[in-house]
Nanobody
Framework: QGQLVESGGGLVQAGESLRLSCAAS????????MGWFRQAPGKEREVVAA???????????IYADSVKGRFTISRDSAKNTVYLQMNSLKPDDTAVYYC?????????????????WGQGTQVTVSS
């Protein structure tokens, strides 16, 4: 049974940076696409970024329009860890951030294609 654990959230001011980590255990997720999602109070959970499994030649990433150019997703298969580097943070980025593992190798923005989820980490950006 696999488990995902997020870390790295916190309270920062607008314009600052954070790096979220998602450590996987219990099984390898190397061939699974991994995604970062977020959910703000009163809003639906939405994709932030996703990255293909390591078997996808050349790699592939997708980003929400709202974070393009500011956020970067990456993975270290040796450490079974996925990262989300968040720069130039804005108050609108405030949310609980979740890591998830997909059933397939292709990155997706669709929630139901992900079958493993972490417990989430809070990110709060003050103005």
């Amino acid at each position: 049974q696999g488990q995902l654990v997020e870390s790295g959230g916190g309270l920062v001011q607008a314009g600052e940076s954070l790096r979220l980590s998602c450590a996987a255990s219990g099984r390898t997720f190397s061939n699974a696409a991994m995604g970062w999602f977020r959910q703000a109070p009163g809003k639906e959970r939405e994709v932030v970024a996703a990255i293909s499994g390591i078997g996808w030649i050349g790699g592939r990433t997708i980003y929400a329009d709202s974070v393009k150019g500011r956020f970067t997703i990456s993975r270290d298969s040796a450490k079974n860890t996925v990262y989300l580097q968040m720069n130039s943070l804005k108050p609108d980025d405030t949310a609980v951030y979740y890591c998830a593992a997909n059933k397939a190798i292709v990155p997706s923005a669709t929630l139901h294609t992900y079958n493993y989820w972490g417990q989430g980490t809070q990110v709060t950006v003050s103005s």
